[in-house]
């Protein structure tokens, strides 16, 4: 029986040998090389953490010891460790998240997979236990160098260093890449480390060395470096103004060295106060396709082989990043105030192929949101126009930035926001649904939802052309739409993609959700209900035709897919009343909930956003059967004959 298959717990391991332990390293490696290229998923990043897991399992007692990652894609050997090793439905409906989620297990405490959150967590955590009397208890942050990036890391070490009573214990899983290289200057301090020949001799020998010396304890200064002069002085070499900093430093320490790993974990848990431990380890360890992928070391993979790491998926179309990459590359050669900035994405936000060619004018600045978007206001101010390239679900962590620093001094800022909506097998925390709501409140922004391919590259080219306010284009994540023709543009930009002369609804569609209002169309001309259907391209300002037409109508049916409170519809229903439009709004989207894990399709049919589901309830809303009700016509005007019988007296 293989080593795996006896783990159901963390305790499991307290029985195995250290050799029995780098078995179980391997069989761990196996695993998720043959399970995640099944499904998909974050397979680089865990196989970098494997010894570093196995042994923070093995030294400290989860639950009873608080464990807390940063980010939660390097969770799967974690969830292994604690009884869930069922990864056939990982990341979709029914199966394992991709991030801690409490529900699965006592041993997840944090589900958010925003970076840089885990030491506050750690200091609350641990502050709480020592106010309640656990002081016995510890709490471990597993943070990784690309979360140092970014500033609640900075904020919270702050904090920790003043008080230095409680058991928490720091470990920086140091590979040198978040999604990319780690860039900037603790980058830079952390590649002096693991270029130091000291360290380069002890990560070759540290094996050896245990196994002849025997006693850990003797060889265990071989990977410790430092003491009490403070964790961040190491990175910025200014004793003077971290001199008041007072954590114990460990390291750096081969991460991927089990004896090694245990014996660091063990120094610092004895030691009763903060401590962090330095690992160096190697994204994609074990696995040759991911080892030798530049891009990412395969940080997050689709289905591949697992033999060569190549991609079984089929070809589809383009995607919607590959769509903008080019389009903004094109504008960047013509516009050379046209500057990029991303934070920790240049190359999922589709901005590496401005970087090659103009390496000068793209800014990655690491996991750092806020400094971005603050950032590229200053550039605005100096005459340059920034296009600040985000996953959606990340422009939350700068909406102050957005509001007070780009909107409040009307600066030129362009914002890009990649995965909008529904994204599917992330789960709650990578969905980009709170986009429009949250951003429509600034004044002055203009905010654009592209249906398909030709609309994304007209909108960011009409996006970049404002210098005097904050515009933002946002699409969903996979294949681009395919395109969509007007029957005709109104004076102010809106497309009419289906006119009918029976003026019952009027569908509003946002972005690429123009699919799903033509086949709701289609299925109510079934019905004999007459509806027109439009994608006002600009979503905000809510264009004035949109007014104009909604009079016409006997009702509004918006449809998007981001949250339904306070989103477009809402917007539009506002508009319509103080234009003195007494039409009626139904605003469909997304519950203002977090939505589990699943594919767009399956998420989008749970919350009842489907054609069918759409179609039936405005048929019932033309009725008057259903609120809101449709704005009623003459007796005389109404074709009866052409609505089932069935449905006539719903």
Same mark, same amino acid.
């Given at each position: 029986?293989?080593?795996?298959?006896?783990?159901?717990?963390?305790?499991?391991?307290?029985?195995?040998?250290?050799?029995?332990?780098?078995?179980?390293?391997?069989?761990?490696?196996?695993?998720?090389?043959?399970?995640?290229?099944?499904?998909?998923?974050?397979?680089?990043?865990?196989?970098?953490? +494997?010894?570093?897991?196995?042994?923070?399992?093995?030294?400290?007692?989860?639950?009873?010891?608080?464990? +807390?990652?940063?980010?939660?894609?390097?969770?799967?050997?974690?969830?292994?460790?604690?009884?869930?090793?069922?990864?056939?439905?990982?990341?979709?409906?029914?199966?394992?998240?991709?991030?801690?989620?409490?529900?699965?297990?006592?041993?997840?405490?944090?589900?958010?997979?925003?970076?840089?959150?885990?030491?506050?967590?750690?200091?609350?955590?641990?502050?709480?236990?020592?106010?309640?009397?656990?002081?016995?208890?510890? $709490?471990?942050?597993?943070?990784?160098?690309?979360?140092?990036?970014?500033?609640?890391?900075?904020?919270?070490?702050?904090?920790?260093?003043?008080?230095?009573?409680?058991?928490?214990?720091?470990?920086?899983?140091?590979?040198?890449?978040?999604?990319?290289?780690?860039?900037?200057?603790?980058?830079? #301090?952390?590649?002096?480390?693991?270029?130091?020949?000291?360290?380069?001799?002890?990560?070759?020998?540290?094996?050896?060395?245990?196994?002849?010396?025997?006693?850990?304890?003797?060889?265990?200064?071989?990977?410790?470096?430092?003491?009490?002069?403070? #964790?961040?002085?190491?990175?910025?070499?200014?004793?003077?103004?971290?001199?008041?900093?007072?954590?114990?430093?460990?390291?750096?320490?081969?991460?991927?060295?089990?004896?090694?790993?245990?014996?660091?974990?063990?120094?610092?848990?004895?030691?009763?106060?903060?401590?962090?431990?330095?690992?160096?380890?190697?994204?994609?360890?074990?696995?040759?396709?991911?080892?030798?992928?530049?891009?990412?070391?395969?940080?997050? *993979?689709?289905?591949?082989?697992?033999?060569?790491?190549?991609?079984?998926?089929?070809?589809?179309?383009?995607?919607?990043?590959?769509?903008?990459?080019?389009?903004?590359?094109?504008?960047?050669?013509?516009?050379?105030?046209?500057?990029?900035?991303?934070?920790?994405?240049?190359?999922?936000?589709?901005?590496?192929?401005?970087?090659?060619?103009?390496?000068?004018?793209?800014?990655?600045?690491?996991?750092?949101?806020?400094? @971005?978007?603050?950032?590229?206001?200053?550039?605005?101010?100096?005459?340059?126009?920034?296009?600040?390239?985000?996953?959606?679900?990340?422009?939350?962590?700068? #909406?102050?930035?957005?509001?007070?620093?780009?909107?409040?001094?009307?600066?030129?800022?362009?914002?890009?926001?990649?995965?909008?909506?529904?994204?599917?097998?992330?789960?709650?925390?990578?969905?980009?649904?709170?986009?429009?709501?949250?951003?429509?409140?600034?004044?002055?922004?203009?905010?654009?939802?592209?249906?398909?391919? *030709?609309?994304?590259?007209?909108?960011?080219?009409?996006?970049?052309?404002?210098?005097?306010?904050?515009?933002?284009?946002?699409?969903?994540?996979?294949?681009?739409?395919?395109?969509?023709?007007?029957?005709?543009?109104?004076?102010?930009? +809106?497309?009419?993609?289906?006119?009918?002369?029976?003026?019952?609804?009027?569908?509003?569609? *946002?972005?690429?959700?123009?699919?799903?209002?033509?086949?709701?169309?289609?299925?109510?001309? @079934?019905?004999?209900?007459?509806?027109?259907?439009?994608?006002?391209?600009?979503?905000?300002?809510?264009?004035?035709?949109?007014?104009?037409?909604?009079?016409?109508?006997?009702?509004?049916?918006?449809?998007?897919?981001?949250?339904? $409170?306070?989103?477009?519809?809402?917007?539009?229903?506002?508009?319509?009343?103080?234009?003195?439009?007494?039409? @009626? +709004?139904?605003?469909?989207?997304?519950?203002?909930?977090?939505?589990?894990?699943?594919?767009?399709?399956?998420?989008?049919?749970?919350?009842?956003?489907?054609?069918?589901? /759409?179609?039936?309830?405005?048929?019932?809303?033309?009725?008057?059967?259903?609120?809101?009700?449709?704005?009623?016509?003459?007796?005389?005007?109404?074709?009866?004959?052409? /609505?089932?019988?069935?449905?006539?007296?719903?």
């Amino acid at each position: 029986m293989a080593l795996l298959d006896t783990i159901s717990g963390p305790r499991d391991l307290d029985r195995l040998s250290t050799e029995q332990l780098v078995q179980l390293a391997a069989e761990v490696r196996a695993f998720l090389v043959r399970e995640v290229s099944k499904t998909g998923g974050h397979l680089g990043p865990n196989l970098g953490v +494997v010894e570093l897991t196995i042994a923070m399992h093995r030294v400290f007692e989860s639950p009873r010891d608080a464990i +807390v990652f940063d980010t939660g894609h390097q969770s799967y050997v974690h969830k292994l460790l604690t009884g869930r090793q069922d990864f056939g439905l990982l990341r979709q409906s029914g199966g394992l998240a991709g991030y801690p989620q409490r529900r699965e297990s006592e041993h997840d405490i944090v589900e958010s997979s925003h970076a840089s959150s885990s030491l506050s967590w750690a200091d609350g955590i641990s502050r709480a236990f020592e106010m309640t009397g656990q002081s016995d208890r510890h $709490v471990i942050a597993v943070v990784g160098d690309g979360s140092l990036t970014g500033g609640m890391t900075w904020e919270a070490l702050n904090n920790i260093s003043d008080d230095n009573t409680r058991r928490l214990i720091i470990i920086v899983n140091d590979n040198g890449r978040s999604y990319a290289p780690t860039i900037g200057g603790m980058a830079r #301090f952390l590649n002096t480390v693991r270029t130091r020949q000291a360290y380069h001799s002890a990560y070759l020998s540290s094996r050896e060395a245990f196994e002849r010396m025997g006693a850990p304890a003797r060889a265990f200064f071989r990977g410790v470096r430092g003491g009490m002069h403070g #964790f961040l002085s190491r990175f910025t070499n200014n004793e003077a103004l971290y001199s008041n900093l007072d954590i114990k430093y460990i390291g750096p320490v081969d991460g991927h060295d089990m004896a090694a790993m245990v014996e660091a974990l063990r120094q610092a848990k004895g030691y009763g106060a903060p401590v962090i431990v330095h690992a160096i380890t190697q994204k994609g360890k074990g696995y040759d396709p991911a080892v030798q992928d530049t891009a990412d070391q395969f940080h997050a *993979v689709g289905q591949i082989d697992p033999e060569t790491g190549e991609s079984t998926e089929s070809a589809g179309a383009p995607s919607w990043t590959s769509v903008f990459a080019d389009e903004l590359l094109r504008l960047a050669t013509v516009q050379p105030t046209i500057v990029g900035i991303t934070a920790a994405m240049l190359r999922p936000t589709g901005l590496h192929k401005m970087a090659e060619r103009f390496p000068d004018r793209v800014h990655d600045v690491g996991i750092a949101e806020q400094h @971005a978007v603050t950032s590229a206001a200053g550039l605005a101010f100096g005459g340059l126009h920034p296009v600040v390239a985000l996953y959606a679900t990340f422009i939350n962590r700068a #909406f102050d930035q957005v509001l007070m620093d780009v909107a409040l001094h009307k600066a030129g800022v362009t914002f890009v926001l990649d995965r909008a909506g529904v994204t599917g097998p992330d789960g709650p925390s990578h969905h980009g649904i709170w986009d429009l709501a949250i951003l429509q409140v600034v004044p002055g922004i203009r905010l654009a939802a592209p249906r398909d391919s *030709v609309r994304l590259c007209e909108e960011l080219e009409e996006a970049v052309a404002v210098d005097d306010a904050p515009t933002v284009l946002r699409f969903p994540k996979g294949s681009v739409s395919a395109p969509i023709e007007a029957v005709r543009r109104m004076a102010d930009g +809106v497309d009419v993609l289906l006119e009918s002369t029976q003026k019952d609804v009027l569908i509003v569609t *946002v972005g690429p959700m123009a699919a799903m209002g033509l086949d709701v169309a289609a299925r109510l001309a @079934a019905q004999g209900i007459g509806a027109t259907v439009v994608d006002p391209r600009w979503v905000v300002p809510v264009p004035k035709s949109i007014v104009s037409l909604a009079a016409e109508y006997r009702i509004v049916v918006s449809i998007e897919d981001g949250i339904r $409170v306070g989103g477009i519809g809402t917007r539009i229903r506002q508009d319509l009343r103080e234009a003195g439009v007494d039409t @009626a +709004v139904t605003e469909l989207g997304l519950p203002d909930e977090f939505l589990d894990h699943g594919t767009r399709a399956e998420i989008l049919e749970r919350v009842g956003l489907t054609p069918q589901r /759409i179609a039936r309830d405005v048929v019932d809303m033309v009725l008057g059967s259903k609120i809101p009700h449709a704005r009623p016509l003459p007796a005389d005007t109404i074709d009866t004959g052409s /609505i089932p019988a069935s449905r006539q007296n719903d």
